[in-house]
């Protein structure tokens, strides 16, 4: 298989994705769209994209160490939810959010040498 992406471009998307997760996670809970399909899917399938592109756009961590790191992330955007208005610390959350990053890893290092040319 041809590998034809560089782990230059993931570590952009990384830290947008990052970002964008920050961002996203601190709004006020009455800015957020009251139409959102199940909340720990989202938590799920963002941390899940994040951890991926952690691992794909890495050269030098072991996946163990992007594991802790995400994880670590959203546990601290987990803690601060409790000074914004209407939101609060969800140990939900942070399983849905530790279980992407579980999943975004092993996808990650599965597809890696088939998509990135180091």
Known sequence: ??????SRLFKVLFVIACLAIFAMSLM???QLPKDLPWDKALHFIGYAGLAFLARMGSKKHPSWQIVIGCIL?????EFLQ??????GFEWLDLLANSLGVLTGVVVGFL?????VKE
């Open 1 to 6: 298989m041809v590998q034809f992406l560089n």
């Open 28 to 30: 006020p809970g009455k």
């Open 73 to 77: 992330f959203s546990l601290f955007i």
């Open 82 to 87: 409790q000074f914004i208005p209407n939101r």
């Open 111 to 115: 597809l890696k040498p088939y998509l």
